[in-house]
């Protein structure tokens, strides 16, 4: 069993910043890719930023230049440092990671997990 817990959400003006946190936790034999979603109210999931366990990213077009996502592979975290926030980043923020991990009857299996989510509102 694998766990993701998030933290660094919150309420902040305009332009301001954040930085968003996920520890991963449990049985993980390999730590694969890690990324970043969100859903706005009334919206579906979206992808905002990932990473590949060699560093490479890949970011959604509405947070270029804005967001940056990192990872301390010897933690098994991932970060968002988010600048410049918009309202329109307001979302639920949502980690997921993709891990090499045993299933119960211990045959090994790549399994996706997600994080609770953290709000994340930004007020104009």
């Known amino acids: 069993q694998v766990q993701l817990v998030e933290s660094g959400g919150g309420l902040v003006q305009a332009e301001g910043s954040l930085r968003l946190s996920c520890a991963a936790s449990?049985?993980?034999?390999?730590?694969?890719?890690m990324g970043w979603y969100r859903q706005p109210p009334g919206k579906q999931r979206e992808l905002v930023a990932s990473?590949?366990?060699?560093?490479?990213?890949n970011y959604a077009d509405a947070v270029k230049g804005r967001f940056g996502i990192s990872r301390d592979n010897a933690k098994n975290t991932v970060y968002l440092q988010m600048n410049s926030l918009k309202p329109d980043d307001t979302a639920v923020y949502y980690c997921?990671?993709?891990?090499?991990?045993?299933?119960?009857?211990?045959?090994?299996?790549?399994?996706?997990?997600w994080g609770q989510g953290t709000p994340v509102t930004v007020s104009s």
């Open positions: 997921n990671a993709n891990v090499l991990t045993p299933d119960i009857r211990g045959v090994v299996r790549r399994v996706d997990y």
């Open positions: 449990g049985v993980i034999l390999k730590l694969n890719a």
């Open positions: 990473i590949t366990s060699s560093g490479s990213t």
